[in-house]
């Protein structure tokens, strides 16, 4: 059949209300039974004891009778109409754990039926936090009727058994090149939850801007803040925090050091080194500085730090930054430089030592820390507690040392690339013929300016297999991932944009996996029609997404694929 024909026949068939509808993330497990229940005027969720399950549950109620989902994306393929089974008036959850703590590690699988009659609808989990995730499967389950002159909500009738694949699917969100206000991140907790991601890896300070107050040093914020109504307060923080824990998301802090920290700078210029250097030469972008490894006030002030951020954020989990130390700034130090002649060591030494005194502070506070690869990947050797995040080389590089990893590749999961270059007077972009030269290569097939070209589309993100290489046999495993948005070109007016809804293909392969039940790759064939349309979900949720094709594409199947799908 040609291609023309065949969306000609999908669009003149496709009408009423199918057999299925577009779940994302995919579950791991659905058995549709073919049938709709009308969905009550008196429809009630109950059983529910947890008090954010309770609040969740007055939450996806509203949403669903708000949403009236009615699909834009047309199936690929005609499913049977559903067949009318009754009226669905209840949904009945039932938990064993409504006391467990969000935190590394718990259970979030769930079983939902609804069966084709009219005995109810039953959501069952191990834990408060599994529940929250079926919550967000069943509303995707109901849908409109389509019936203009007498809209019904239906709710398809399927069994679904469903987990996680990784149990560390986030996102991180850096705070302190451009600010983003309370509401801008509690949108993203909305959306994080929709996804079924559980982890905002707050970025919260760098060496551009320091906006978090801490009790035990208020100078940082004060002096480091881009201005007062640029700092998140105690109340702030309890507020995301308390906010997501309702969503099961949990909050993980980043104060990441020793570099990245000229902010430091502001209130404490004898802690910090190398910030009156220019930062082409001794630092990764501006602003330059890093501190002072040897200074025993600046170990004061990361022990202060170090032990207030843990008892603030409750997760297990404590990240320690450790990226991107310039080579060059500490040799340049005289003090430092002696430090390290004297003792006979590198600079390489030195900078291992002084992470390793973060780790055990870490640890001596009760968490676990989670550190950038670099340092492991220059030659540290850590214990084998340490979370390491990667974002360059191979996550079996250290689940091989036995270390467990967090994926943040740059070249898949870094949301910020592509958008060309910030530094300023930059005379590269200047073409003098404007048009494309062998010499240019900058402006022509180049990176743009921006050192992670080129955008990262949510194909490409969903292409990544998140066990390439690892060894069933290596003592470290895979915890999950995250997709990063670093700010120097963001804030919250392009939050939604820069996020969704590329993040939502990273979501699925950290839920679904990479791989179904049967060990079958994920296809961007069979996710296209899903994605299509959640991305219009997500719109309609209040989420301004990023448009991924034109509107066009969704009313047509497979029109817009690269090749034609009737030649294979």
């Not at 040609?2 to 496709?14: D, E, G, N, R, V």
């Not at 069943?138 to 399927?158: G, I, R, Y």
């Not at 080129?454 to 895979?478: E, L, N, S």
Request: charged share 20%; net charge negative; proline share 5%.
């Amino acid at each position: 059949m040609k291609i023309s024909a065949a969306i000609t026949a999908f669009a003149l068939a496709w009408s009423a209300v199918d057999a299925k509808t577009f779940l994302f993330p995919v579950p791991q497990t659905v058995n549709w039974t073919g049938a709709s229940l009308t969905f009550s005027q008196d429809f009630k969720i109950i059983g529910a004891q947890n008090q954010h399950l309770q609040e969740a549950a007055k939450r996806y109620t509203q949403l669903i009778l708000n949403e009236k989902w009615v699909p834009v994306q047309v199936p690929y393929t005609k499913e049977p109409t559903l067949s009318s089974a009754g009226v669905l008036k209840t949904l009945t959850i039932a938990v064993k754990d409504n006391a467990v703590k969000l935190d590394m590690d718990v259970d979030e699988a769930y079983t939902l039926e609804i069966p084709p009659s009219s005995a109810g609808a039953t959501l069952r989990a191990n834990t408060w936090v599994g529940a929250l995730r079926g919550l967000e499967t069943f509303s995707q389950l109901v849908e409109s009727n389509q019936d203009t002159s007498k809209p019904t909500l239906m709710a398809h009738t399927a069994t679904i058994q469903d987990s996680p694949s990784f149990g560390h699917r986030g996102v991180l969100l850096d705070t302190s090149r451009n600010f983003f206000s309370v509401a801008s991140i509690l949108r993203t907790l909305d959306a994080m939850a929709y996804n079924k991601m559980n982890v905002l890896h707050w970025h919260a300070t760098d060496s551009q801007s320091w906006p978090l107050y801490f009790k035990s040093h208020p100078e940082l914020s004060a002096k480091g803040a881009y201005s007062s109504k640029e700092v998140y307060s105690p109340q702030d923080v309890q507020s995301i925090i308390s906010y997501a824990e309702a969503r099961g998301v949990r909050v993980v802090v980043e104060i990441d050091m020793p570099a990245h920290t000229a902010s430091i700078g502001e209130s404490h210029p004898d802690f910090t080194v190398c910030r009156d250097k220019w930062w082409g030469d001794y630092a990764a972008e501006p602003a330059p500085g890093q501190l002072n490894p040897i200074h025993p006030g600046a170990w004061q002030l990361v022990q202060d730090l170090v032990r207030e951020a843990t008892q603030v954020f409750p997760d297990t989990l404590y990240h320690a930054g450790g990226d991107e130390l310039n080579a060059k700034c500490w040799p340049s130090v005289k003090s430092i430089a002696d430090h390290v002649a004297q003792r006979n060591i590198t600079f390489n030494n030195l900078w291992f030592e002084w992470e390793t005194k973060v780790l055990d502070l870490v640890k001596s506070q009760k968490k676990r820390a989670m550190v950038w690869e670099d340092s492991v990947r220059d030659g540290a050797n850590y214990p084998k507690d340490t979370v390491v995040q990667t974002w360059v080389n191979p996550p079996s590089n250290y689940t091989a040392a036995g270390y467990d990893v967090v994926i943040s590749n740059y070249d898949y999961f870094y949301l910020d690339c592509g958008h060309g270059g910030w530094v300023g007077d930059d005379g590269r972009y200047t073409s003098p013929t404007q048009q494309e030269t062998d010499a240019d290569t900058f402006n022509y097939g180049g990176t743009g300016g921006s050192w992670c070209s080129p955008f990262k589309t949510w194909q490409r993100i969903y292409t990544y297999d998140m066990t390439y290489g690892v060894g069933k046999t290596d003592k470290g495993k895979i915890l999950g991932g995250e997709v990063a948005l670093w700010s120097e070109q963001s804030n919250e007016n392009v939050l939604d944009g820069r996020l969704w809804p590329r993040a939502s293909a990273a979501a699925e392969i950290y839920w679904s996996g990479s791989y179904d039940t049967k060990g079958v790759r994920r296809t961007l064939k069979e996710v296209q029609p899903r994605f299509n349309d959640w991305v219009y979900r997500l719109m309609a949720r209040g989420l301004k997404a990023e448009p991924i094709q034109p509107k066009w594409c969704a009313k047509h199947p497979q029109a817009c694929d690269l090749n034609d799908p009737s030649a294979s």
